[in-house]
């Protein structure tokens, strides 16, 4: 499993309207090959006049993220961008799973 990780600074002035925007945008990456899940985190760390937002993408393989970083990427980005400029900036990791542990507490 491949953890993607999109880390979003939000100025303030277009928050309401880029939280809009990502819904969409998120079912819309829900649709390619491999993307099982994502989840949306707020940092509770927020500077003033920032907000800080991850958006986390579970999915499949590396090699359906690197499909979609080589061939779709560009065009989801193109659209965050067009719409809100230098008003947020995305900063990008992946992760990869190497080991999972649950809590013996919540097992049945």
């Not at 999109?6 to 945008?25: E, K």
């Not at 230098?86 to 919540?106: G, I, P, Q």
């Amino acid at each position: 499993m491949i953890l993607y990780e999109v880390n979003l600074d939000i100025s303030d002035s277009i928050y309401d309207d880029y939280m809009a925007w990502l819904t969409p945008h998120i079912k819309e990456m829900l649709k390619f090959e491999g993307f099982i899940k994502a989840d949306i985190f707020h940092n509770t760390e927020s500077e003033i006049g920032v907000k800080k937002v991850t958006a986390a993408y579970l999915v499949d393989s590396e090699e359906n993220l690197n499909h979609y970083l080589s061939e779709m990427a560009a065009s989801m980005r193109s659209d965050g961008i067009n719409r809100f400029g230098d008003k947020f900036s995305a900063t990008r990791r992946v992760l990869r799973l190497t080991e999972s542990y649950e809590s013996e507490v919540n097992q049945l």
